[in-house]
């Protein structure tokens, strides 16, 4: 068998079920030790998959320094809440560890940018999952853009709607939309238009008979680089005729414009090339090709991790942290601009 990622799980939640299970069926890992504040929920995910709890292979340890030290783990999955992510990842690169964490890759923008600049200093690899980057659609609507069918992208705009009654901490926050969910539209945005954020002016409120204290729906203009402009819209209490959790978007270039409903319609329209002048200019219909992909979300992001870090990264990485920063830089600029009420600028 060719050389395996030992890896330790940090955060033993429910979120961490799917990070474990891709772990011990992916090829290139080999899942070594899962540590958590609670050691019965440690106790209980090893239980789960049949993992020693004690003795010769045990997986579970009271802390990252033990599970490090007593495994030669090379890489952490970071699996804990966003505020909990600053000090996981800074004691992993401290034990030379490299990093893969659960978006967003942190609570707060300083600490970020402490930990990409950490993670720079000790010479490691530190990436965020931001699961809808490797899906196929956006994979397919990323390439239809990159390769000039619509000309020179102008703009972009995208729609989350949906009635989503989690209950629980995102019910008392105070922008549970965009401080939770937004960025991944966010994210997926500077994917489509190759571009980076400049500045925005956001809106957000709560509506009417909305069961979140904080505002759970927003209205976002960004300005990017290169002059493309990107529109966001989106609740989180919208009952009735539901987006998909991928939005629906609309991408405009000089030369037509692709349309996705975040399923399965996806459809672009071009103006045809041999047209005369006319006040409306003749359309064609053109294909966006399909992307077939293996694996999708977590399951293509940590596996491409983990052979980035054994190639010594001569393979790709998605999301590194270096790159995603600027994702949570509109997250945090947008509610800048809600909370005073004018436009201000993308910094990270």
Excluded at 40 to 49: D, K, L, N
Excluded at 115 to 138: D, H, I, N
Aim: proline fraction near 4%; glycine fraction near 10%.
């Amino acid at each position: 068998m060719s050389e395996r990622l030992k890896v330790v799980v940090v955060g033993c939640g429910g979120m961490s079920k799917n990070w474990v299970r891709i772990a011990l069926e992916a090829e290139a890992i080999e899942l070594v030790g899962l540590v958590d504040l609670d050691r019965g929920a440690a106790v209980a995910m090893a239980e789960r998959f049949e993992l020693p709890v004690e003795g010769e292979g045990a997986v579970v340890f009271g802390s990252l320094a033990e599970a490090v030290s007593a495994t030669g783990a090379a890489a952490v999955f970071d699996v804990t809440v966003p505020a909990a992510h600053h000090a996981v990842t800074t004691e992993a690169l401290s034990l030379g560890c490299h990093v893969l964490g659960e978006k967003p890759m942190s609570d707060d923008l300083g600490n970020a940018k402490q930990m990409v600049a950490a993670a720079e200093a000790a010479g490691r690899v530190y990436a965020v999952t931001q699961t809808r980057r490797p899906l196929p659609g956006f994979k397919a609507v990323e390439a239809f853009v990159a390769g000039g069918s619509l000309g020179r992208l102008t703009e972009l705009h995208s729609d989350f709607y949906l009635g989503a009654h989690f209950g629980g901490f995102r019910d008392a926050m105070a922008h549970p939309l965009i401080l939770d969910m937004a960025i991944h539209t966010f994210d997926n945005a500077r994917q489509i238009a190759a571009a980076e954020p400049v500045s925005v002016y956001c809106h957000a409120w709560n509506p009417a008979g909305s069961w979140y204290a904080g505002a759970a729906s927003a209205a976002a203009v960004f300005e990017f680089t290169g002059g493309v402009v990107y529109t966001y819209r989106g609740s989180w209490c919208a009952e009735g005729r539901p987006t998909t959790w991928e939005s629906a978007w609309r991408v405009v270039g000089a030369k037509g414009t692709l349309t996705w409903d975040g399923a399965d319609a996806m459809h672009a329209q071009v103006v045809d090339p041999e047209a005369e002048p006319a006040f409306n200019l003749p359309l064609i219909d053109v294909e966006v090709p399909a992307v077939a992909m293996e694996h999708t979300g977590h399951a293509y992001l940590i596996r491409q991790f983990a052979e980035h870090v054994l190639s010594g990264g001569r393979t790709p990485l998605e999301c590194p942290a270096a790159d995603n920063i600027a994702s949570l830089a509109m997250v945090a600029a947008a509610v800048q601009s809600a909370e005073r009420g004018e436009k201000v600028a993308v910094d990270w």
